[in-house]
């Protein structure tokens, strides 16, 4: 089993919007709605962000947003601001009791 | 206040065994899934496998069944993940996680700090 594909970069300007994709299959990302975002900053444990495709959790910015289009997923930040400056990992479920995360993606803000 | 505490860094020697544990507090172990999920060094997320502490009902990664083993000692609330010989590729930073109950799909609300395991000669 592979991990899922994500860009290894993104960036943006304060106040504007960054969009990562996280691309699975059919068995995975297409298969479910049961793609997941999580937010790692350096030497710190990774926070859930977004979880079934474009549910937060109590407590996270609704500037953090998520949506699912076959096989892609898709994390949107809008209004970046300098403390979302991060990795971003997406994750989906790959059958029963299976999970894969994607590679990673590092956001910069401008 | 819920708390994931995992035990420190460990340096161990290829070959040798080794046992880290995740601690958690603040909220009823018995009905949460608690997970292990690996970061070798400036890599990615993996997810490793989850327990089940109240009746320790362990599921593990394909990528990782047989490599180590998961359980759980639900009258001290605590986890763990063990090797039984180390190699230098199981050098990463290990985090545990709790399985969001409320929902369907497999992800984690809450993480622990990590614990940093060393593999060397």
């Known amino acids: 089993q592979s991990a899922l594909t994500q860009p290894p970069s993104a960036s943006g300007s304060p106040g504007q919007s960054v969009t990562i994709s996280c691309t699975g299959t059919?068995?995975?990302?297409?298969?479910?709605?049961?793609v997941s975002w999580y937010q790692q900053h350096p030497g710190k444990a990774p926070k859930l962000m977004i979880y079934?495709?474009?549910k937060r959790p109590s407590g996270v910015p609704d500037r953090f947003s998520g949506s699912k289009s076959g096989n892609t997923a898709s994390l949107v930040v809008s209004g970046l601001q300098a403390e979302d400056e991060a990795d971003y990992y997406c994750?989906?479920?790959?059958?029963?009791?299976?999970?894969?995360f994607g590679g990673g993606t590092k956001v910069t803000v401008l | 206040e819920m708390q994931l505490v995992q035990s420190r860094a460990e340096v161990k020697k290829p070959g040798e065994s080794l046992k880290i544990s995740c601690r958690a507090s603040?909220?009823?172990?018995?009905?949460?899934?608690i997970g292990w999920v690996r970061q070798m060094p400036g890599k990615g997320l993996e997810w490793m496998g989850i327990?089940?502490?109240?009746?320790?009902?362990?599921r593990y990664s394909p990528s990782f069944q047989g490599q180590v083993t998961i359980s759980a000692d639900k009258s001290i609330n605590t986890a763990y993940l063990q090797w039984s010989s180390l190699k230098a590729s199981d050098t990463a930073m290990y985090y545990c996680?709790?399985?969001?109950?409320?929902?369907?799909?497999?992800?984690?609300?809450?993480w622990g700090q990590g614990t940093l395991v060393t593999v060397s000669s």
């Open positions: 059919s068995s995975d990302v297409g298969g479910y709605n049961y």
């Open positions: 079934e495709v474009n």
């Open positions: 996680a709790r399985r969001d109950r409320y929902s369907s799909s497999l992800n984690f609300d809450f």
């Open positions: 994750s989906s479920d790959a059958g029963t009791d299976n999970l894969l």
């Open positions: 603040g909220y009823n172990f018995l009905a949460y899934w």
């Open positions: 327990i089940y502490p109240s009746d320790s009902d362990t």
